[in-house]
DNA sequence: AAGGCGGGGAA
DNA sequence: TTCCCAGCCTT
């Protein structure tokens, strides 16, 4: 096989079916559409740079309805840029006060105050010397270029990627920066040259209104003929985007009970949620200071107190087993879970007069492996065998 | 590459 | 109530 076709199978092709004709045709659809449906914001009065870049940053994390009051003000407060660089910083964080993320309007003025001593108080008119200016990223740039100054450069946000991850199929994770390229190629190569700026804020506008991220208006869009996912009925499936919730901690202490034949008891899981029925060693969820506190033997030699014919195993642990001691810790990261896991060994004296549960039974040590095991419980059955507990 | 930075609207 | 949204800077 030759290089070049190994190539393609690593890199879909997404423009294969993508000529020329097509790719015209798509732009004059999305930006007709744009003509007749665009939304009336006030930015969109003229192609004042000034405004444009106000309104861009605002609409960073923020929604449009949200933030058409504060651009009113903004302009009202600042006319002009030099107004802007000049205002003392109390002033602008008040005029942004509510927006959010406030490090955005600090940037802003930095930048201001470069327009003003480096450009003569006007916005540079090329992406190079707009992209330099603090707080202006990517997105920005692309966005001030195309709409302020009809230049043909992308302005992808999250919108964009998801339109064209329907559009396409692309199947990387949006939420992965390095995705952004294979997102900046596609739209390279699609935007339009005549008018860059109805392209691109026609996509803004189809990524608001049409091609939300829950429930696309599919049959209301200008582009559906060029839609791959409509095409193949896998809308849904895109845009591919990981979410990096931060794994939460849960503590246990699993409970490795021998009875006086040699058995280990073990209990099913319910059927449904988290590994469900799959089979464990007893957990009981403890609290983080429960956990942390110090769980030398001495601290875990529990008394042994047993009125077990009243109680059910496991809920009252503590009185009707006597730990010989802890065995060690097994951690375990889930997507959005992370297991901290104490081991304790112990023996019941006397396992007749204990009433299991329903989803629990005695096993010899040997049959446990042929039960299906959560991958925490391996990691735990392997330190029972280091420490020739079982 | 990953964490920090707010707040609003939808589910 | 919780979930989802997502650009730029800093480290």
Known sequence: MSKQAKQV???????????EPRILQFQDDLVHWYSQRKRDLPWRLNQDPYRIWVSEIMLQQTQVITVIPYFERFMEWFPTIKDFAEAP?????????????????RNMQKAAQTIVSDHQGEMPTNVADISELKGIGPYTTGAIA???FDIPEPAIDGNVMRVYSRLFEVSDDI??????????KLV???ISQ??????????????????????PLCEECPVREYCASLAKNTVGQYPVKSKKVKARPVYYQAQVIRNQKGELLIEQRPSEGLLANLWQFPLVEVSADEYKKDWSSEALAYDLVAEPEQAYLSDVINQVVWLEKPVGEVTHIFSHLKWFIQVTFGVVKDAEELCLKENQRWVKPIEVDSYPLPKPQTKMLELLKKENII
């Open 9 to 19: 199978e690593v890199t879909p092709d997404y423009l294969a079916e993508w000529n």
């Open 89 to 105: 910083e109390e002033r602008i964080l008040k005029a942004w006060e509510g927006l959010g993320y406030y490090s955005r309007v």
């Open 146 to 148: 195309s709409i302020a």
């Open 175 to 184: 939420a992965k920066p390095s995705s952004r390229k294979t997102f900046d």
């Open 188 to 190: 390279r190569a699609t």
């Open 194 to 215: 005549t008018d860059p700026s109805s392209f691109n804020q026609g996509l803004m506008d189809l990524g608001a209104t049409i091609c939300k991220p829950t429930s």
